[in-house]
Structures are given as C-alpha cells and as structure tokens.
C-alpha cells in the first residue's frame, strides 16, 4: 500500500513541478530557472522529510512528493545546452548555484525539521 501511495505523491510532485516549470518559463527566459527553482524546494522539502518521518513518510513524501518535484535530468542537460548555445557564464552558475543552493536548502530543511545534531 505505501508504494501505490508513493506512486500517487509522485505525481502530485511531477504535477507540480510541471505548473511550476509553466509559471516560471513565462515569467524568466529558459527552463533553467524552473529547475532550479523545483530542485531548491525539493532539496528543502527533502530536508524536513527525513527530519520528521518515518520509513513510510520518507517513501510517500521523500521518495514519491519530492522525486516527482525534482528532476535531476533536467538539471543534467540544461548546462549543456545553456554551453552549447554559448551562454557560459549561465551554465556556471546553474551548476555551481544549483549545487550550492541544494545542498544549503536540504541542509536548511534539517535545521527546520530538527534532524541536524
């Protein structure tokens, strides 16, 4: 039963990041932005998760929520593209900026979750 409720909180997760990633792109010039944005939230997100739940909340909400939210392909190829087009300062700072912001918002996440000792 908690797989078919992670599977279900995965789509939610994928839902959004696509309301997200449509709200985003409209406003900001490339897809980068939403990705970064949807990695950042889920990052934080992820942080509480693994603070608060159990073994069953970490599937539904860390493993189903979050990795429907967040998308790790996209954050994979978008500096590439961003490179190819010859937008190298933009690729550099979406990888450093999403790895930095990431592991500062799971971080984050910890401290607000009461995980971080």
């Known amino acids: 039963m908690i797989v078919a409720i992670a599977i279900v909180a995965g789509g939610l997760g994928g839902v959004l990041r696509a309301e997200i990633g449509e709200a985003l792109r409209n406003r900001r010039s490339g897809a980068a932005w939403a990705t970064f944005a949807v990695n950042i ?24 929520f979050t990795g429907g939210l967040t998308t790790y392909s996209a954050f994979a190829l978008e500096p590439i593209e961003q490179w190819r087009r010859v937008e190298r300062r933009a690729a550099i700072v979406n ?11 799971a971080a984050a996440g910890m401290i607000v979750g009461g995980g971080w000792s």
């Open 41 to 64: 939230v889920g990052a934080f997100v992820l942080g509480v998760v693994i603070s608060q739940l159990d073994a069953n909340g970490r599937a539904i909400l860390g493993t189903g």
């Open 95 to 105: 990888v450093i900026g999403s790895l930095t912001a990431g592991t500062t918002a």
